[in-house]
């Protein structure tokens, strides 16, 4: 079946500028996660969507980013007024959700953004 | 949440040779995951442990996970240039929790 697909595969833009970083979760899955991998780095949580709750968005590092999931489907990551120091592997991945258990995460293969 | 130390950060091996990743918590893991990174690719989950223990093989790998919970290793036998790629565990971020928090990762090169 489908993974996790993310769109665009990459992204360049100026300083500046907003950016919209999409992410289609597995059909199903219930749970959405946002993260971001620097260049040779680990990963790090931006922010957690779970159904109907209200998102875990304590990853986030600046209110210049926003997250929303519409339909408990698709997500949208933005970015205003990008700076240099966003320029990052942006990953989505999502998992079933199931009440009790640790979920295994799927991955998408990410949106490589960098802002000159 | 939960907090998890991997170690080490960098490793190089000779084609051939044994490779071992360890991930250290201060504090009981209900679970691990690990998952493997190629160059250039995302994460892939690999396993989940959740038995105090509990030892699981896939081929050349074998994954273990302490006794006491607070500790697992993924060691290579024989490594090879498929190797290659970041590995990290992941363990639940609280109780009730469906989240993970990831270790930074171990970076493996294979010398061919």
């Known amino acids: 079946g489908a993974g996790v697909s993310q769109s665009p595969s990459n992204k360049v833009t100026e300083k500046g500028k907003d950016v919209e970083l999409r992410c289609d979760p597995i059909s199903g899955h219930t749970a959405l996660y946002w993260y971001r991998q620097s260049l040779g780095q680990g990963l790090e949580f931006l922010i957690y969507f779970q159904g109907n709750s209200a998102p875990d968005k304590s990853g986030l590092p600046s209110d210049r980013f926003s997250a929303e999931r519409t339909g408990g489907s698709v997500s949208t990551l933005t970015i205003q007024r990008t700076q240099q120091e966003d320029s990052a592997v942006y990953l989505c991945?999502?998992?079933?959700?199931?009440?009790?258990?640790?979920?295994?995460?799927?991955f998408g293969p990410g949106t490589r953004l960098t802002v000159l | 949440g939960q907090q998890v130390m991997q170690i080490p950060q960098y490793q190089h091996v000779q084609e051939g040779e044994d490779f071992t990743t360890y991930c250290n918590s201060s504090t009981t893991l209900s679970n691990i995951q690990w998952y493997k990174q190629r160059p250039g690719g995302h994460p892939v989950f690999l396993i989940q442990?959740?038995?105090?223990?509990e030892v699981k093989k896939q081929k050349r790998l074998t994954f273990q996970f302490g006794e006491a919970k607070k500790n697992s290793s993924l060691h290579i036998t024989a490594t090879q240039t498929t190797d290659v790629g970041t590995y990290f565990c992941a363990v639940n971020s609280g109780a009730g929790s469906y989240q993970l928090t990831f270790g930074k990762g171990t970076k493996l090169s294979v010398i061919p």
């Open positions: 991945a999502s998992s079933v959700g199931l009440a009790g258990f640790t979920d295994t995460q799927y």
């Open positions: 442990l959740v038995k105090s223990g």
